[in-house]
């Protein structure tokens, strides 16, 4: 089965080799973001289930739960929430 992103209820498919963010652009879902590395926290969403891999650890502060899109990636399915 292939992966699926699901962000704000709405499923999407999941290329596990590009971004969160990468990959709602792409289906032309609106998402915001500012610097798109890691610092800003304007990209931070809540993960509902599953679970994402940083190339680098993100600057911003995160809590519990949260999740840059803009430079994370997941292999498997995921669901997010927008905060
Ligand atoms: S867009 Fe700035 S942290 Fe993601």
């Known amino acids: 089965m292939k992966p699926t ?3 704000n209820n709405k499923q999407y498919p999941l ?3 590009k971004t969160l963010l990468e990959n709602l652009e792409s289906q032309a879902v609106p998402v915001e973001f ?3 590395d890691g ?3 304007a990209c931070c ?3 509902e289930s599953g679970e994402v891999n940083y190339q680098t650890t993100p600057m911003a502060y995160l809590r519990d ?3 840059l899109l803009c430079c994370s990636k997941s292999t498997q399915s995921i669901t997010i929430k927008s905060k």
């Open 65 to 67: 739960k949260e999740v």
């Open 15 to 17: 290329d596990t080799q």
């Open 5 to 7: 992103l699901t962000y």
């Open 34 to 36: 500012q610097c798109r």
């Open 39 to 41: 610092y800003c926290g």
């Open 45 to 47: 969403s809540v993960i």
